[in-house]
């Protein structure tokens, strides 16, 4: 029996009775089957021999990986080809596209005539059609949007109803691996017909002081002779400020209400306040909502700049792409908790959802553990980029999309500005000029208080046009020698690096001799990790650091990317096996690349970083020289090999690279022990660092993000599993082959190794290592108890660790 599976959230199940408000989440017992199946839809259908799934669902992730798959044969316009070529792993190279469908069942307890049912879909890729009780419900286009029907009408009051739904995915539809599925969460809200509409509620925070903030709610309602009442409460769950009215303006209830010595969100202290809103009719009681939200203030302000809560800052933000490694594009809390606990430690205090919505986790999660957010929303408008594409729908569309991106989101505080697009082929034109306002008017009219962006990579066209100087914010996508004269032509008064860097590199891979360069590849098509490589549109980092530290126009930069990301292997677009991107800053199994600490060397101000690349395991090289870089908030070093001084590097201005790393240039590699000891302002030893020359692999080593799991079928630990030697030393150039093997309540969900040419399944339970690491995914059951992760390898002693469930 299907429907016993539902979870069901009671809200507010302390304060009031649970009448007012039920969210069933549809997450168990759905079926699923790929191709057209045209009957699916149908009340009775016999679905029984179809797959059995849980959702968040991505159907392509299990693969396998094939060169043909979504082929593209193309000249990507935007990176300046002329001809088109062969693009293999465009998207990734798994099975993607097709059509699906998944079905469910669902009962609705206490249904009467006085409710009113919501079916809310957070996300389905792509082009969902919903079909309730072998009735049509409604479709959706774009697979990125949060969208919903009222079933009311639809839904048997007692008994089971049938939700089928049809998903098709084209081929190039995509820059990037989109998922396929249904990726985020379904759920049935079951409430009064007198009650708040979806995404009713708008909190706003218009008067910030120390002393005083003036919270502004706008509600709107459905019914006849209701009255509103909001608590505010502070994180502690404390009543700070009460507020009652039945004065409505049309459907709309608006509530200014002070809160005195408001706690301020910041990324620094993500204070969040709950505003508990309760609907009336006389003295009855008719719907509740928790909403979560923010007090904070932010400016744009010409020759100023970017200011949160009255101090100017500037964005050290991370472009990222929806997938999440391994597991795909299924949602996944933990998964997205531990990719912003890695940029936390990084220092990082942004996050650009490129080129989409966001998921609505990730913004749980940045309110509560302190990101800023540049929520965008489409990497096409009316004019392609592929042929599938968004354009597609965006005169029929996108004024929806818009509406629903902004109700869906706007009350979290992390959000600070929105983006209406990506690198658009309408930024040439007139009609894009338009376009572009039309949007931004959209944006302004559903939500007055943040402003709006356009990632521009034709920052000539659209200084002529008129395009750049009528957004909020003009977002320069790369483009550095043409900041300047962006400054001086748009009127904004700032300009914002909305996306920067695109440095390639490879975790734990170096390549000689050591020289800076676009488009270098090598014949294992891999990238060189001494960050010295960028492709021709792109830079190194240190390039964007002098433009955001000479510059006080400059608002921040937001790096391509984050992580790696499934989909777009530049600079091997044109070579197979590659099948992931090379522009993380970590790895796709989340592993940082050397450029993490470079980034931290910056960015983490309230820590120190000291880190020394290449490793030191060259066989082969002994004689020849293999620079020794130094990521560090240290101004100078000195640098030993087997404790022969190689001498005092020290940051200077003669060259970018100079100015933020420290670099010996022509050291000879010999095995043993590489030193760095970091040196005050006087020259004195403040910390040191030393890397080893490993001898061959003996041992598996396993160490967990977190080692106590919610035990609620969901819950990942990310295990990082590496090799060392017989003296404990990390072997940075294994390559063996590891077997997984989870037991208790637990299961083997995926690993990951961040090889960009690995074709491994990442669900199956045996991979290589990639330059001696790989991540190795443990989720929980729904019971709780003892799990142990045992990882295994010829010749080598074996892993085990003790992890338990909650
Ligand atoms: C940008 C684009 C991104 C990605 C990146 C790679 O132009 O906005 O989506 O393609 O280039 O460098």
Redesign the pocket.
Known sequence: MRNSFFTIILLFALSINAQERVIIELNKGWKFEKGKNENAFENNFNDSKWESVTVPHDWAIYGPFDKEIDKQVTAIV?NGEKSATEKTGRTGALPYIGEAWYRNQFSVPNLDKSKKVILLFEGAMSEPKVFLNGKKVGEWNYGYNYFYFDITNLINENGKNNLAVHLSNLESSS??YPGAGLYRKVKVIVKNKESIDQWGTFITTPIVTAELAKVNIKTTVTGENLQIKTVIKDASGKEVAINETALIFGKEFEQNIAVRNPHLWSPESPYLYTAVTQIYVGNMLKDVSNTRFGIREIKYEANKGFSLNGKVRKFKGVCLHHDLGPIGTAINKAALRRQLTILKDMGCDAIRS??NMPSLEQLELCDEMGFMFLAESF?EWAKPKVENGYHRFFDTDVEKDLVNLIHATRNHPCIVMWSSG??VPDQWGAEGVKRAKRLQDIFHREDPTRPVTV?M?QVKATMESGFGALLDIPGL??RLPLYEEAFKKFPQGFILGS?TA?TVSSRGIYKFPVVKGPNKQYPDFQCSSYDLEY?S??NVPDDDFVLQDDKPWVIGEFV?TGFDYLG?P?PYDEKWPSRSSY?GINDLAGLPKDRFYLYRSRWKTNDKTLHILPHWNWEGREGETTPVFVYTNYNSAELFVNGKSMGIQKKNNTTPQNRYRLMWMDVKYEPGTLKVVALDNQGKPVAEKEIHTAEKPYEIKLEADRNTLEANGEDIAFVTVSVVDKKGNPCPTATNQLQFAVSGNGTFRAACNGDATSLEQFHLPTMKLFSGKLVALVQSTATSGKIELTVTGKGLKKGKINLKSN
């Open positions: 935007q820059r990037w490129s080129h990497d990506n690198e990632g990579d996508n790369y996306e695109s492709c549109w792109s391509w777009e530049t522009f």
